[in-house]
């Protein structure tokens, strides 16, 4: 048995499907829908990079791993699934966004550390290795490479590789040259604009050249794990210019409009602005966005067609996810984090391959602390325990995770203990320092309750009757009662999060 696991950055379930499927056809995910089980309710659990990631790596709540934010380390000391794969034997390789450390931590991480044998990194920032092979193999276009380069800020630019070049100079005044789309983003880069070079020199088909690589050299006798995970289609949009063709304008669906302005009990952080946008580019600004999935689509056909063509797909699994979404302009905003609208927090999820039923679709509740149990069960390896040991009379072992694994919903099971609710939550944002943006949501099926410390606001939708979070009702008296039942909800939910116990220095439960 091998695992692929295709990851792509700040992709909404909500834009694959109704009209977002019209406008922006998806052939290689159809083709991997009709061999496996589509999940349409799986939620990230912390809607931002670095927590997002920490949990697929470690299958951790955000309290568990540590990685609470942007901005913090995942402790490679933890156990991660890339390690017990490779302890067991197992050929693993890490492609393109791994993102277990911070940007601002320079562009020479190890990431071997977190259990991968082979490893080839490129992540937002574009420096690294994607933008050197750009430098040695194809000079002519590095200067346009630099162009795509947005965060400066970051000192590694300022002191860049062996030589300590100030790049960051450098890239300031190559910009001055590349004008695309709007120039509203931070750091005076566009939102979105057409990628100035050749689709074969970019960075998703540089990350894609690299696993396929490992993909055809793997040994037949031992199994693999490809972690293959893209930056797009995270903003700035750059998708090749021959992609903006696939896109059909005419059928773009217009955002929700942000209901949230004249209401009361609107969190406060919502104000502060963030990344709201011009309402005026959206339409630009998806078509860019569904041009970079269009991409991505590719991408994974190509990956398709390698296991297949080597005859691997018989005894290969792929699971294609996003960490978290993209709000679009809906509700006059874009981008991530503390607005827990489903286009932010609902992700597409997708698992086939050898030995599981094809085309099911699958309304259950499933979360991302879901994937390390179902990758563990399809390599034949245990959860991972915590010793319960000592003089309480509690022998034993605990599992130390706190999913499960999806394995029986892709044999067309029905597991009678399945959840019937998911947990989100969000801290600061790395432009805030307030608990305000610390959002706590319980999500059912029927609802979701969001709810702001500090009395900074409160949400609650009855998504059944009201899909697109249009009507917040957590202020009607006659909706009082199911507001104090989902505030219970979320309350447990807190509470859960510390569940299994959260592996700092633990040695033994129940040992003096």
């Known amino acids: 048995m091998n695992i692929v696991l295709f990851v792509v950055d700040q992709l909404s379930a909500k834009w694959l499907e109704e009209g977002s499927a019209l406008a922006c056809p998806t052939p290689s995910l159809d083709r991997l829908r009709r061999a496996g089980t589509t999940f349409t309710n799986a939620y990230t659990s912390n809607p931002v990079c670095c927590a997002a990631r920490a949990t697929l790596a470690t299958g951790l709540t955000s309290r568990g791993h540590g990685v609470l934010q942007n901005g913090y380390r995942l402790n490679p ?58 430098e040695q193999n194809h000079p002519e276009e590095y200067d346009a490479a630099l162009a795509t380069v947005w965060p400066t800020s970051i000192p590694a630019f300022s002191s860049y590789g062996t030589n300590r070049t100030d790049l960051a100079s450098r890239i300031r005044v190559i ?26 020199l970019s960075q998703t088909a540089w990350i894609s050249d690299h696993a396929l690589d490992f993909l055809a050299c793997a040994d037949p006798e031992r199994p693999f794990f490809a972690h293959i995970s893209y930056v797009q289609p995270h903003a700035p949009s750059c998708p090749p210019a021959e992609y903006m063709e696939r896109i059909d304008r005419s059928h773009i669906p217009e955002p929700v409009p942000p209901e949230w302005e004249d209401d009361p009990l609107a969190p406060h952080c919502f104000a502060q602005g963030g990344f709201r946008g011009d309402a005026a580019a959206w339409h630009d ?8 999935v269009a991409h991505l689509d590719h991408q994974l056909g ?4 390698a296991l297949e063509e080597s005859g691997r797909w018989e005894e290969t699994v792929l699971i294609f996810l996003s960490d978290h979404g993209d709000l ?6 874009f981008g991530k984090g503390e607005r827990h ?14 030995g599981l039923r094809q085309g099911l679709k699958c309304d259950a509740l499933v979360q991302l602390e879901d994937i390390v149990p179902t990758v ?41 203990d ?22 706590r949501t319980i999500r059912t099926h029927a609802w979701r309750y969001t709810l702001y410390p500090g009395g900074a606001g409160e949400q609650l939708f009855h998504i059944s009757d009201d899909a697109d979070e249009t009507r917040n009702l957590a202020g009607d008296a006659s909706k009082a009662k199911i507001r104090g039942v989902m505030r219970d909800r979320l309350l447990e939910a807190v509470i859960l999060q510390d569940y299994p116990h959260p592996p700092r220095d633990l040695f033994a439960l129940g040992v003096h």
């Open 77 to 134: 000391e933890l156990p991660t699934l890339m390690g017990a794969l490779q302890t067991a034997g197992w050929q693993t390789g890490g492609f393109g966004k791994l993102h277990f450390e911070p940007h601002y931590r320079g562009f020479d991480v190890d990431f071997h550390k977190y259990g991968f044998d082979v490893v080839h990194n490129t992540e937002d920032p574009r420096g690294g290795a994607w933008l050197d092979w750009i």
């Open 175 to 200: 910009r001055e040259k590349f004008r695309w789309g709007t120039d509203d983003y931070p750091n005076g880069t566009a939102q979105y604009y057409v990628l100035p070079f050749a689709e074969e």
């Open 285 to 292: 600004r998806r078509h860019y966005y569904l041009a970079d």
């Open 302 to 305: 190509l990956v398709l067609d």
């Open 328 to 333: 679009l302009y809906d509700h006059g905003f």
């Open 341 to 354: 609208y489903d286009a932010c927090v609902r992700i597409p999820l997708v698992v086939a391959g050898a």
């Open 376 to 416: 563990l069960e399809l390599a034949g390896l245990p959860q991972p325990q915590l010793p319960i040991s000592g003089t309480h009379s509690l022998e034993g072992t605990q599992s130390a995770l706190p999913g499960a694994s999806l394995l029986p919903w892709c044999r067309g099971e029905q597991p009678s």
């Open 418 to 439: 399945w959840r019937d609710a998911v947990y989100i939550e969000s801290y600061n944002n790395t432009n805030s320092r307030t608990p305000q943006n610390w959002a």
